[in-house]
């Protein structure tokens, strides 16, 4: 009979960044253009880069790649983020929970691989450039890209699954302004350990494994560039890659932070302002980091938009 009378969660409240009025409205007005700046970034980068056939190179066919995952990663969390915003009761269905979840992993998993394989490439360029046009061949490039929304959307299953198997009852207050494995599991009303180890090893494959083969990779990138004698190149090849460690930091330091460390079973606000980092701002900072600031880029600006 008790367990007949068990009645399971079917939604739950997000408390958010804030509850004062005035904060809230004001954090609406940022996130509204941080938003838009994301969509408006990556959009732009995807459609240049479909045009002009000059983007029509490894290089260029990741960033793609990388401009839509940012897409998606930013719309699974910030269109609910900035409703919220503005409405007083802040809920969210079990079934839109667990669909916010498994798309956020998806595109943030896949993005990490990206990330890596993007400094792959740019090894290859740097370190073994007579060999370039032999190593990242169109098929290559492909099954990489493949590998990396493969690898995105195993581990939204592996985490998704394990998350969203545990029983839910009672408290359904999630003190986060979206649904994601760690703040949800707080909520569990059952052990989470093992889907605090699914998580653990999803992390050591798609943060610290990423993470590792671009420090390796930058690191061969600067040891060749020392060895340059153009005082130019090796400034052009230094705030290069500076640009893109930057990024490497913001996004895998916060994501390691709160996906690497054991579980407590109370989110406080530092881990909401850090969470920030990885689920909204790098995806509006790839496109300026990566492509805007680049000559080519805006050579196909002003060609397919100059006109």
């Known amino acids: 009979m008790g367990k007949e009378n068990i009645t399971y969660l079917t939604e739950f409240i997000l408390l958010g960044l804030s509850s004062d009025p005035q904060t809230q409205i004001l954090l609406f007005v940022i996130f509204l253009i941080i938003y838009l700046l994301t969509a408006l970034g990556n959009l732009l980068i995807i459609i240049l880069i479909n045009v002009d056939s000059r983007l029509h190179t490894p290089m260029y066919f990741f960033l793609k790649n990388l401009s839509f995952a940012d897409l998606c990663f930013s719309t699974s969390v910030v269109p609910q983020m900035l409703l919220h915003f503005l409405i007083t009761k802040k809920t969210i269905s079990f079934i839109g929970c667990s669909i916010q979840?498994?798309?956020?992993?998806v595109?943030?998993?896949t993005e990490s691989s990206l990330l890596a394989v993007m400094s792959y490439d740019r090894y290859v360029a740097v370190c073994k450039p007579?060999?370039?046009?032999?190593?990242?061949?169109?098929?290559?490039?492909?099954?990489?890209?493949i590998v990396a929304w493969a690898s995105g959307g195993f581990v939204s299953?592996?985490?998704?699954?394990?998350?969203?198997?545990l029983p839910y009852q009672g408290q359904n207050v999630i003190n986060h302004y979206f649904c994601e494995p760690p703040a949800l599991l707080r909520l569990a009303s059952a052990e989470t350990y093992q889907a605090e180890m699914a998580l653990f090893s999803m992390g050591v494959m798609i943060l610290l494994g990423p993470v590792s083969l671009i420090l390796i990779s930058y690191w061969n990138i600067l040891s060749t560039v020392m060895r340059m004698q153009s005082r130019e190149g090796r400034l052009k090849v230094f705030s290069?890659?500076?640009?893109?460690?930057?990024?490497?930091?913001?996004?895998?330091?916060?994501?390691?932070?709160t996906y690497m460390r054991p579980n407590s079973r109370k989110m406080n606000e530092r881990d909401k302002v850090i969470s920030v980092f990885y689920s909204v701002i790098t995806s509006m900072m790839n496109p300026f980091i990566y492509s805007l600031r680049n000559k080519d880029v805006k050579e196909a600006f002003r060609k397919t938009f100059g006109r």
């Open 240 to 257: 290069t890659c500076g640009s893109h460690l930057i990024v490497v930091v913001f996004f895998y330091g916060s994501t390691i932070f």
């Open 101 to 105: 979840m498994v798309f956020f992993l």
């Open 107 to 109: 595109a943030g998993a």
């Open 157 to 165: 299953l592996v985490d998704s699954t394990f998350t969203l198997c």
């Open 130 to 145: 007579l060999h370039y046009s032999t190593i990242m061949t169109q098929r290559i490039c492909a099954q990489l890209a």
